[in-house]
């Protein structure tokens, strides 16, 4: 298992190299080019200034995340192929700085939702909440309106034009059905993957979050039976998953030990965190210990030591502490984050121990 960190790059994150560096255990950051839209074909030199600044560090850079799929690659519009021919320059781009495995997602319209990013738990920290019934049956325009005036439902980092075109989105996936979104999958996979294996990269798709149907659009990454099906969709080493505790936690009948046992020779990225769910089916983040939340995180590391998992693993969300939300990005602050990886590595290290 080889540690990483997220980090959202030079001057766009407090969390910083210097900070990431007095971290144990971390070999490599994760990350992106946060600025560049879908569809974008990454500058060159953009990226080799990210691992030169990583080199300083003695980071590897070997994880993207994420290289953002095209809203019509996921509708399967005709100038999908244009964008999927981005998509391809971008990962070639990336193959030459030295770049191993590629994290995006196949979520229409949104990102990870939640309902509040600032929920004030009992010990006084907050953190990233989903409430379900804020949005259960909530109709396009009732959403775009309380978008707009940021109650209720907030998405990060969903600037005004892009929340313009909301309405317009809604309007495109109408009538569009899970199948429709599988087949799109497909369609973009059996371009990519070939690509991916002669350069060597390896696709670890994330699953959705929360992981069930929201605002009426599908989601597919959401369980052991689909995840089957999207390893069967093309089934090659190079086609495989950024598995995330936490996504797939949201939902309490995903046993999600058991599926990193079955699935852990396509696992090429793993996000540890937890999450606790409540019966009504709300859900806050929480710190990575396995008795703070509903997901086990210590049999979720024996999974992964117990299957031999090579792979890459980054403390996912964490926590605001100690006044940090008043700095940091929802959701990746520094010190949730920083105790998450001593837990993780105090979990791992403990089996490796138990080896011997
Ligand atoms: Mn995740």
Not at 143 to 163: A, C, F, H, Q, Y
Not at 207 to 219: C, H, K, N, Y
Not at 237 to 242: E, I, P, R, S, V
Request: negative net charge; glycine residues 6%; proline residues 4%.
């Amino acid at each position: 298992m080889k540690m990483t960190f997220r980090w959202y790059g030079k001057d766009n994150d407090e969390v910083t190299l210097d900070k990431i560096k007095q971290i144990p255990g971390v070999e490599g950051v994760v990350w992106s080019l946060h600025d560049m839209a879908a569809g974008e074909s990454w500058p060159i030199e953009r990226i080799k200034e990210v691992k030169k600044q990583a080199d300083e560090y003695g980071f590897n850079i070997d994880v993207v995340e994420s290289v953002n799929v095209h809203e019509d690659i996921k509708l399967g519009l005709p100038t999908r192929d244009k964008y999927i021919e981005t998509y391809i320059e971008t990962m070639e781009k990336l193959a030459t700085v030295g770049v191993k495995c590629i994290c995006y997602n196949f979520m229409p319209v949104f990102d990870w939702t939640r309902t509040e990013l600032y929920k004030k738990t009992e010990d006084g920290s907050n953190a990233l909440f989903f409430e379900k019934s804020k949005i259960e049956d909530i109709d396009p325009v009732e959403l775009i309106n309380k978008l707009s005036k940021n109650v209720d439902v907030t998405m990060p980092g969903w600037e005004p034009e892009r929340l313009e075109k909301i309405e317009e989105s809604f309007k495109a996936y109408s009538d569009f059905t899970a199948e429709d979104l599988w087949d799109n999958l497909k369609y973009f996979l059996e371009k990519i993957i070939p690509v991916a294996e002669r350069l060597d990269i390896k696709m670890a798709i994330h699953p959705d979050d929360p992981a069930f149907d929201i605002f009426g659009l599908p989601r597919i990454i959401i369980n052991r039976d689909n995840i089957r099906r999207f390893l069967s969709l093309v089934d090659n080493k190079h086609n495989g998953l950024a598995l995330c505790t936490g996504s797939l936690g949201s939902v309490i009948t995903n046993d999600i030990p058991s599926i990193i046992r079955e699935f852990s020779d396509r696992i090429h990225f793993a996000h540890v965190r937890n999450v606790k769910v409540f019966e009504n089916g709300d859900f806050i983040e929480t710190s990575h210990r396995a008795c703070d939340g509903s997901v086990d995180i210590v049999e979720v590391m024996r999974a992964y030591h117990e299957s031999g998992y090579e792979g890459y693993m980054r403390p996912d969300h964490g926590r605001h502490l100690w006044g940090e939300e008043k700095w940091c990005r929802p959701g990746y602050g520094l010190y949730d984050r920083a105790m998450g990886i001593m837990y993780l590595l105090g979990i791992w290290d403990q089996l490796e121990k138990n080896k011997e």
